[in-house]
């Protein structure tokens, strides 16, 4: 290869993302913490992900369904309880949940103890969807269901009233 082809071949590789333990995007919802490791913008926008740490005692969104992204769930510590149509799955550590397209769903930590999830969102529309929520807050109105609702329906989402 010449070395004008390896210059060339250098500069169109997309570079490595490194996120350390201390780094990411912050993102505070009431009892959740999440962490955006990766936005989407160092992937062509197909993948998102974030940490989430649920506190005890943190109910999740209204059940809903997305139409256009898959999302996935792997609970790193703690217990996390997930709602599909009207079936529960209590998932423990090691647990990976994942969500396609048009499925009801939603979750919580029903338990004493912290709860930590690392999920991943694809492609990474839903991302805008926490700093919207967080955004609500920052204005001083209240997180209601009908506003996380309101965001919602800006992603492709919408609330699953019904199993689908």
């Known amino acids: 290869m010449t070395e004008e082809a390896q210059s060339s071949e250098q500069q169109t590789r997309p570079a490595v993302s490194v996120v350390g333990p201390g780094d990411g995007e912050m993102i505070v919802l009431g009892t959740t913490r999440m962490r955006v490791l990766e936005d989407g913008s160092r992937t062509g926008h197909r993948l998102a992900i974030a940490e989430s740490v ?49 499925t009801p769903h939603t979750f919580a930590n029903l338990t004493d103890q912290p709860a930590v999830m ?25 997180l209601t269901p009908q506003a996380n609702i309101d965001v919602m329906s800006r992603y492709a989402t919408e609330p699953a009233t019904e199993p689908a």
Not at 62 to 90: I, K, M, N
């Open 54 to 102: 649920l506190a005890p005692h943190t109910q999740g969104p209204p059940q809903h369904r997305h139409a256009r992204h898959d999302e996935g769930f792997y609970v790193l510590s703690g217990t996390v309880r997930f709602t599909v149509g009207d079936e529960e799955y209590d998932a423990g550590a090691g647990t990976l949940v994942m969500v396609p397209p048009g």
């Open 118 to 142: 690392l999920s991943t969102f694809t492609p990474d529309l839903y991302v805008q969807y926490f700093r919207d929520l967080q955004e609500v807050l920052a204005t001083g109105r209240p």
